[in-house]
């Protein structure tokens, strides 16, 4: 019954390739901005990338911009993360949001109502 499900976390090895899905279990977030938020052992959980409706505008983490690139398809209700030169720093537990208040998205993580349970991303040699 979670709004929002995350799939495609794994092990990989540094400079390898994963492509985070998450998936609407209905259709309440047409015209929603989301984002991907992650959080590593002993850190607080903190922006990744964010995307809104009509996927024209993203913004990036600058530890990730350049590597990972966020997508979405509307007509399944389902936003993308392609994290590309994975490096040891990026293990984390991937989070999907959706912002339906403002619809602005951004940084923050009191922007967004709406939270998956998260994906395990292991990236290690």
């Known amino acids: 019954q979670a709004p929002l499900v995350e799939t495609g976390g794994g092990l990989v090895q540094p400079g390898d390739s994963l492509r985070l899905s998450c998936a609407a279990n209905?259709?309440?977030?047409?015209?929603?901005?989301m984002a991907w938020f992650r959080q590593a052992p002993g850190k607080e959980r903190e922006y990744v990338a964010g995307i809104k409706w009509s996927g024209t505008y993203t913004d990036y983490a600058a530890s990730v911009k350049g590597r990972f690139t966020i997508s979405r398809n509307n007509a399944v209700n389902t936003v993308y993360l392609q994290m590309n030169d994975l490096r040891p720093e990026d293990t984390a537990v991937y989070y999907c949001a959706a912002d339906g208040k403002t619809r602005l998205g951004g940084a923050r993580r009191s922007e967004y109502e709406y939270w998956g349970h998260g994906t395990q991303v292991t990236v290690s040699s």
């Open positions: 209905d259709r309440i977030f047409t015209n929603y901005a």
